[in-house]
């Protein structure tokens, strides 16, 4: 099990960067998926990135090629860099975890732990 605590939000500009962290304690070993989500207003909780036991990493068609989910081991802690941000990114985003293999990876509904959230707007 995981507890996990998200921080880095905050407001900017279209076209600027953000980087989130998320900091897990317990056991992250005993994770498959660890990553980002984010849910807007009458929308549904997306999944942003993730990132394996391996190190292989998947991510949303909107976000690919902007973010990057990079872990680091000995810090215990995940990040989520954001690149070229756009209003359309503003959510409330999410770490989360799941020790189910089979499934999607941006299946929301698989996934059994999860941060607080950290809120992310972005203005045009």
């Known amino acids: 099990d995981v507890e996990l605590a998200e921080s880095g939000g905050g407001s900017v500009q279209s076209g600027g960067s953000l980087r989130l962290s998320c900091a897990v304690s317990g056991n992250p070993h005993s994770m498959y998926y660890m990553g980002w989500f984010r849910q807007a207003p009458g929308k549904l909780r997306e999944g942003v990135a993730v990132i394996d036991s391996d190190g292989y990493t998947n991510y949303a068609d909107s976000v690919a090629g902007r973010f990057t989910i990079s872990r680091d081991n000995a810090k215990k802690t995940l990040y989520l860099e954001m690149n070229r941000l756009r209003p359309e990114d503003t959510a409330m985003y999410y770490c989360?975890?799941?020790?189910?293999?089979?499934?999607?990876?941006?299946?929301?509904?698989?996934?059994?732990?999860w941060g607080q959230g950290t809120q992310v707007t972005v203005s045009s």
């Open positions: 989360a975890a799941r020790k189910l293999r089979i499934g999607t990876w941006s299946d929301y509904g698989l996934y059994n732990y």
